[in-house]
């Protein structure tokens, strides 16, 4: 079935199966090291570790690789390096991570433990070479997501052989299970109610900081939302370029406010949707013409998915930045024309852009799921931007976003 009927479940309904999740997870996990020939992988990445360990980052501790991390060897179940005593939670709460693999962690990222690294870094090798032993992979290739300088040269001192361990797991991450294509459904049906609600809430007066806090404090109230990254609202002269952040300005009538549902959190499953309002008024003709350009550009994008097609079929659906704004170089318009997988991650794979697409494409599988964004705007006076999520399968694609998005929302 397509639909979960909720993320709950009961004796009476299953919703989604998060012990099949963990499940597939791990299982991925483990093949694409193999596929690799990797004989363990070190991960210090949020999105990997709870990919592998499905153990929960705390807000204050993410974003800072090292003060927790996990190893997973050939053969073995997965290790937790938690941060401090926390790991006494973990025994209580994730009885899948046998309780002699949690441990505490050795760090030093980010200078946190000063001009002691060294020492820090030399407790960390000496534990993770005793897991490497333990396991028989001591001599095999070791997958990092992460590496820093103070690794690099006791992993030198100790003669241990490491490799790209990130692009395994961005591998592993691609492709969605049923059950994780239940969860991201939800995802985009808790964007389409926040963006309808916007409809009802906005209004000439706000400023683009309270029209955020609105949609912090309404995700926030959802059961299962673990993180909102960010409520992205610019409007009218700093919707082009996207500023891709709020302020403290004052909407006035007839302005156009875009906002962004970037990367709400539910039960790890991350979002992106764009939508495109005008407050307190009606668009002018430019302004709906500039909106109809970058719909086209969206839909012609959307309606070249469909399994066996390439990133490069997809990004060549759009115009180059010179074509489109008169730049230079592709890079100047990063992220105007986009594409980005979504999961624990989001920027899972597929990424999808003009910049690179073209000459290193990607094969588009059933499974994947990612986000399409375009956007286009008069510098320094209004801009607008849209963004579907969307679920490729057997046949093409299924829109996991559903609200609006054909023409600017009138709103207020």
């Known amino acids: 079935m397509k639909e979960a009927f909720g993320g709950l479940g009961t004796d009476w309904k299953e919703g989604i199966n998060w012990a099949r999740v963990r499940e597939w997870r791990l299982q991925r996990a483990r093949e694409a090291m193999r596929r690799h020939g990797l004989g363990a992988m070190l991960l210090m990445y949020d999105e990997n570790i709870r990919y592998v360990t499905a153990t929960y980052t705390p807000g204050w501790n993410r974003l800072k690789p090292g003060l927790r991390y996990a190893v997973l060897c050939e053969g073995r179940e997965p290790i937790v390096y938690e941060q401090g005593d926390i790991g006494i939670h973990l025994k209580a709460h994730?009885?899948?991570?046998?309780?002699?693999?949690?441990?505490?962690?050795?760090?030093?990222?980010?200078?946190?433990?000063?001009?002691?690294?060294?020492?820090?870094?030399?407790?960390?090798?000496?534990?993770?070479?005793?897991?490497?032993?333990?396991?028989?992979?001591?001599?095999?290739?070791?997958?990092?997501?992460?590496?820093?300088?103070?690794?690099?040269?006791?992993?030198?001192?100790?003669?241990?052989?490491?490799?790209?361990?990130?692009?395994?797991?961005?591998?592993?991450?691609?492709?969605?299970?049923?059950?994780?294509?239940?969860?991201?459904?939800?995802?985009?049906?808790?964007?389409?109610?926040?963006?309808?609600?916007y409809t009802q809430f906005l209004k000439p007066g706000l400023t683009e900081n309270e029209v955020a806090a609105f949609g912090f404090e309404y995700l926030y109230s959802i059961p299962g939302m673990e993180d909102v990254e960010d409520v992205i609202v610019s409007s009218g002269p700093n919707a082009w370029p996207n500023w891709r952040n709020f302020s403290d300005r004052i909407i006035r009538p007839g302005e156009l406010v875009i906002i962004d549902l970037a990367a709400l959190t539910w039960n790890g499953y991350k979002s992106c949707v764009y939508r495109t309002y005008c407050v307190g008024g009606q668009p002018t003709s430019e302004m709906k013409r500039y909106y109809d350009i970058a719909h086209s550009w969206l839909w012609d994008a959307i309606e070249a998915v469909r399994p066996g097609v390439t990133t490069r079929e997809i990004a060549a659906k759009w115009p180059s930045a010179k074509d489109a704004w008169g730049y230079e170089e592709e890079d100047q318009a990063a992220a105007n024309l986009w594409g980005h997988g979504l999961g624990l991650a989001q920027y899972d794979r597929p990424v999808i852009s003009r910049i690179w697409s073209l000459d290193y494409p990607e094969e588009i599988r059933p499974g994947m799921v990612f986000a399409l964004e375009t956007q286009h705007g008069k510098v320094h006076e209004f801009g607008v931007r849209l963004e579907e999520m969307l679920l490729v399968n057997d046949d093409g694609y299924e829109l996991l976003s559903t609200y609006n998005s054909d023409s600017i929302v009138v709103a207020g």
């Open 94 to 197: 994730n009885p899948w991570i046998p309780a002699e693999n949690i441990r505490h962690s050795y760090s030093w990222i980010k200078g946190a433990a000063g001009p002691a690294a060294e020492n820090q870094v030399a407790k960390f090798t000496t534990a993770l070479l005793g897991d490497l032993e333990e396991a028989g992979v001591r001599d095999q290739p070791l997958g990092v997501d992460f590496i820093d300088i103070n690794m690099m040269r006791a992993f030198q001192r100790a003669g241990l052989s490491w490799a790209d361990g990130m692009t395994p797991m961005m591998e592993a991450r691609a492709i969605k299970s049923p059950d994780e294509q239940k969860a991201l459904r939800i995802v985009g049906s808790i964007c389409d109610s926040l963006h309808y609600e």
